[in-house]
């Protein structure tokens, strides 16, 4: 072997080994943007499941906030019907305490009729007999004038 086929070799093996280290370097450099783009895939889905996690989050946020502000508004509801609950208490204790004034300012004034009536029987000289009915109304039983009428005949008649 002479000196000139042995440089052609070596010069073979140097091309040879240039050609596979560029190979390599290509494959490389597309093994690593295979590699970047699928990392970049990885890293939008990560954030696709962030922004669908946040916005259960907000969505269960939300419906926290709603039910506290049912429960806000229950409790405000029960506060007011409590309130007129009270008022109506009030307004019932108030009439019924009116009711009662009126009540016996009525019996006051029916014994103060039934006194005005015995009075009036007693200065009457034609009543024969002084007792008087104490129901309410103008009818006197047992009052009759010494000729046998009833004094308040001519008045019920009048009324008819």
Same mark, same amino acid.
């Given at each position: 072997? !002479?000196?000139?086929? &042995?440089?052609?070799? *070596?010069?073979?093996?140097?091309?040879?080994? *240039? *050609?596979?280290?560029?190979? &390599?370097?290509?494959? @490389?450099?597309?093994?690593?943007?295979?590699?970047?783009?699928?990392?970049?895939?990885?890293?939008?889905?990560?954030?696709?499941?962030?922004?669908?996690?946040?916005?259960?989050? #907000?969505?269960?946020?939300?419906? %926290? =906030?709603? =039910?506290? @502000?049912?429960?806000?508004?229950?409790?405000? @509801?029960?506060?007011?019907?409590? @309130?007129?609950?009270?008022?109506?208490?009030? $307004?019932?204790? #108030?009439?019924?305490?009116? *009711?009662?004034?009126?009540?016996?300012? +009525?019996?006051?004034?029916? =014994?103060?009729?039934?006194?005005?009536?015995?009075? +009036?029987? $007693?200065?009457?000289?034609? %009543?024969? !007999?002084?007792?008087?009915?104490?129901?309410?109304?103008?009818?006197?039983?047992?009052?009759?004038?010494?000729?046998?009428? $009833?004094?308040?005949?001519?008045?019920?008649? !009048?009324?008819?």
């Amino acid at each position: 072997m !002479d000196t000139s086929t &042995l440089i052609w070799i *070596i010069v073979g093996i140097i091309v040879v080994a *240039i *050609i596979v280290v560029v190979v &390599l370097m290509v494959t @490389a450099r597309g093994r690593r943007e295979k590699r970047a783009e699928a990392q970049h895939e990885q890293a939008e889905r990560m954030r696709a499941e962030a922004r669908e996690s946040e916005m259960a989050a #907000r969505e269960q946020e939300a419906q %926290v =906030a709603q =039910a506290r @502000a049912d429960a806000a508004s229950a409790a405000a @509801a029960a506060e007011q019907a409590k @309130a007129r609950a009270a008022q109506a208490t009030i $307004d019932a204790d #108030r009439r019924a305490a009116a *009711i009662d004034e009126h009540q016996t300012d +009525a019996e006051k004034h029916r =014994a103060e009729q039934a006194e005005t009536l015995r009075k +009036a029987d $007693d200065v009457d000289p034609f %009543v024969t !007999d002084g007792t008087t009915d104490a129901a309410p109304g103008p009818r006197r039983t047992g009052a009759t004038r010494a000729d046998g009428t $009833d004094p308040d005949a001519a008045s019920r008649t !009048d009324r008819v």
